[in-house]
């Protein structure tokens, strides 16, 4: 089995540097066509299946590189983007910057002491939901010659990419936060994923 992993194009949230988490922003023109351009780069790709987030800006991505493939396309709320609760929209951009609490940036900078705001997803349930979406597919004896698209977001990917390597939440950034329409690719065999090829652009 492959898999292929990509973030979401390009959002207006963004290019603004806000927290989108859950709140469903579309793709913007600059985010369709990094899509566009990579689906080109994708064409000869034989997916058999795609696995994408709920949200607009993942499933408009998947629906992109999916093209003309009379394909399945699954929804699967496991890979949707970690929840900030009330701190979504807010930015952290420099110039912006409008988040109370003032430890929140552990969010990146130190995870293993990061506090989830009121209403948002901690770190360990977004690792535990993406493990049991991966562990899914790669026990799955009838998927062994699939080639996948997983269409996700940042810190999900970051989350699908620390259980394949079996990282500790204070690890949980290593790589950092693909670029958009990143892609990874990931080989499974016997049960076990390992990283070919991390963050690749296109564009």
């Known amino acids: ?7 979401h194009g390009e959002t207006e949230w963004n290019v603004k540097r806000r927290f989108q988490g859950r709140s469903d922003i579309p793709l ?3 985010g369709r066509r990094l899509a566009h351009i990579t689906a080109e780069a994708l064409k ?36 949707i983007e970690i929840g ?5 929209g807010l930015c952290c951009g420099k110039d912006n910057y409008n988040i109370p609490d003032p430890e929140f940036m552990n969010f990146f ?22 493990a ?4 899914e597919i790669v026990y799955n004896k009838n998927m062994e010659s699939d080639t996948i698209l997983v269409s996700t977001h940042g810190a999900a990917l970051r989350g699908i990419l620390s259980n394949i390597n079996k990282l500790g939440i204070e690890d949980f950034w290593r790589g950092g936060v693909h670029k958009n329409c990143a892609v990874t690719l990931a080989d499974v065999r016997d049960g076990r994923a390992v990283i070919i090829e991390e963050g690749k652009t296109y564009y």
């Open 44 to 79: 000869s790709v034989p997916f058999t299946k795609i696995y994408t987030s709920p949200l607009k800006r993942a499933y408009e991505t998947a629906m992109i590189i999916k093209g003309e493939r009379e394909i399945p396309v699954i929804v699967e709320p496991r890979i």
């Open 84 to 88: 900030f609760g009330e701190y979504e």
């Open 132 to 135: 049991d979406f991966l562990q």
């Open 28 to 30: 913007n023109d600059e």
């Open 109 to 130: 900078d130190k995870p293993e002491a990061y506090k989830p705001p009121n209403g948002a997803e901690g770190i360990e349930e977004l690792k535990a939901r993406t």
């Open 1 to 7: 089995m492959k898999l292929y992993i990509i973030r």
